[in-house]
């Protein structure tokens, strides 16, 4: 079993910035990457960044530029470092882990204002 617990979303204004991170605790040794997704009302589920034990990122085409996805092995944590948030990033955002099954976090909500 893994557990994820997502923290850090919030309310900012469009230009603004937010970390958010995922604490992953559990069984984790057999996970390969960490992802961040978001889903906004309405809307389906979508990738946003994913981060490979061995360190390699990949970005959605919307946030390459504006956000960085990190890990601290030691930690156990990944970190979603967000800047120039604009209002389309308006979602709630979650922590994904694949091993034999998805995990998921609970989500937390980030909302860019105008």
């Known amino acids: 079993q893994v557990q994820l617990v997502e923290s850090g979303g919030g309310l900012v204004q469009a230009g603004g910035s937010l970390r958010l991170s995922c604490a992953v605790s559990?069984?984790?040794?057999?996970?390969?990457?960490i992802n961040w997704y978001r889903q906004a009302p309405g809307q389906q589920r979508v990738l946003v960044a994913t981060?490979?034990?061995?360190?390699?990122?990949n970005y959605a085409d919307s946030v390459k530029g504006r956000f960085t996805i990190s890990r601290d092995n030691a930690k156990n944590t990944v970190t979603l470092q967000m800047s120039s948030l604009k209002p389309e990033d308006t979602a709630v955002y979650y922590c994904?882990?694949?091993?034999?099954?998805?995990?998921w976090g609970q989500g937390t909500q980030v909302t860019v204002s105008s």
């Open positions: 981060i490979t034990s061995g360190g390699v990122t």
């Open positions: 994904n882990a694949y091993m034999i099954r998805d995990y």
């Open positions: 559990g069984s984790s040794l057999g996970i390969n990457a």
